[in-house]
């Protein structure tokens, strides 16, 4: 199934572009004038020079690169992060470098991928009582490890 993502680039910038058939994500590119440094424990707002129009209904979520984060430690830091359907601004990617050494971002590397996905807007009503469940309130590390 095919959904069409309205985009605007600024000039020089590639689309994002699936790798494989089967790919979910599409890999979106750093847009920069000079290379950003990334010191270990640091973030930063990487731009893309991409604008999107995502019809009513979608969301895209931006993920890290599963190569990046194994072979350099580097991970969006809001993962999943999500550009809403009425945003139309730039789209920024917030990396985080987990890794031992600096990581240096150039213009066009490849550094994270996008998901279009369907939302589901829901109705939030006050109640006094939820109902019963096997589970409860159990959180965190309730149903084991």
């Known amino acids: 199934m095919?959904?069409?993502?309205?985009?605007?680039?600024?000039?020089?910038?590639?689309?994002?572009?699936y790798q494989t058939p089967g790919s979910a994500?599409?890999?979106?590119?750093?847009?920069?004038?000079?290379?950003i440094v990334i010191p270990s424990g640091s973030r930063a707002l990487?731009?893309?020079?991409?604008?999107?129009?995502?019809?009513?209904?979608?969301?895209?979520?931006?993920?890290?690169?599963?190569?990046?984060?194994?072979?350099?430690?580097?991970?969006?830091?809001n993962t999943p992060g999500t550009i809403d359907s009425d945003y139309r601004g730039e789209i920024g990617i917030v990396l985080f470098n987990t890794g031992s050494e600096d990581f240096v971002v150039e213009n066009g590397d490849r550094i994270a991928q996008l998901v279009v996905a369907p939302v589901v807007q829901a109705l939030f009503k006050s109640h006094t009582l939820l109902s019963q469940s096997d589970r409860g309130a159990g959180g965190y590390g309730s149903t084991g490890l």
């Open 25 to 35: 994500g599409a890999d979106i590119c750093a847009f920069l004038d000079a290379s």
């Open 2 to 17: 095919e959904t069409v993502i309205r985009c605007v680039a600024k000039d020089g910038v590639a689309l994002p572009e």
């Open 46 to 77: 990487i731009p893309t020079g991409l604008f999107v129009e995502i019809p009513i209904g979608y969301e895209i979520q931006v993920r890290p690169r599963s190569g990046l984060a194994l072979k350099k430690g580097i991970t969006v830091l």
